[in-house]
C-alpha cells in the first residue's frame, strides 16, 4: 500500500446516482467496489430522501444486491 493511502481507515461511496441509476450499476461499479472491498472496509450511504429507509433499504436488497455481498 501506498503512504497515501495508509492512513485510510475505510471507504464511504455515496449510492444513488454514483453506483446506481434506475435500479441498475453504473457501468464499473461493481468492479470497482469488489476491488476496493480488498483493502479497505466499506460503507455505502445516500442523502435520498423521497424513500423511507425501510423502502430504501428494500430496493438495494431486491434491486441491488451487489452493493450488499461480502
Known sequence: MTD???DI???LFDIN?????????????VEIINKIKTKFPC?????TTTKS???????????C??????
Open 4 to 6: 497515501a493511502l495508509s
Open 9 to 11: 481507515k475505510g471507504i
Open 17 to 29: 446516482g454514483v453506483l446506481y441509476a434506475d435500479n441498475q450499476p453504473i457501468d464499473g461499479a
Open 43 to 47: 460503507r455505502f450511504v445516500t442523502n
Open 53 to 63: 429507509r425501510q423502502t430504501f433499504h428494500r430496493s438495494l436488497v431486491e434491486d
Open 65 to 70: 444486491p451487489y452493493l450488499l455481498r461480502k
